[in-house]
């Protein structure tokens, strides 16, 4: 877990800060304690290496990409999108969305557009956005 907090660190840091303001140990480590109970949490691997996180909640309409956090050497490769196109494939098998949430602050939310992902919706510090097949 530890490692996973620090690639969390690494990857979004400067998102969180700039959202909410200055790193919080504490607060980060209790948020880390409820996704690790809330079981969703899988650990992305490279060659042997952890590469990042991902989190992904399935409903019977949506598949819900909670999160998906990379290690900083692990990023600008195309992970990310070959992890997207996954969770897209699976969910077309399915007849599902794909549905998810980027921090506004978030220069990769831009990533997403390319895979047909549009904007729904935004809150206060996030854009919603959704992919159908």
């Known amino acids: 877990m530890e490692l996973l ?5 690494a990857a979004m ?3 969180i800060e700039a ?3 200055p790193w919080d140990d504490d607060a980060q480590r209790s ?3 409820e996704r690790q109970r809330g079981g969703l949490l899988q650990v992305v691997v490279v060659s042997g290496s952890v590469a990042g996180l991902l989190e992904v909640r399935e409903s019977e309409e949506n598949a819900e990409v909670v999160n998906i956090e990379l290690a900083p050497h692990f990023q600008g490769r195309g992970l990310g ?3 997207l196109t996954g969770i897209q494939q699976a ?3 399915r007849g599902a969305a794909v549905v998810l949430q980027v921090l506004t602050v978030n220069s990769a939310r831009h990533l997403d557009m390319p895979l047909g992902f549009t904007a729904t919706g935004e809150t206060e510090w996030h854009v919603q956005m959704r992919w159908s097949c």
């Open 13 to 15: 840091g400067e998102y």
């Open 19 to 21: 959202t909410w303001g």
């Open 31 to 33: 948020y880390w304690d």
């Open 91 to 93: 969910a077309v098998r």
């Open 5 to 9: 907090l620090s690639i969390h660190h």
């Open 81 to 83: 999108t070959a992890i």
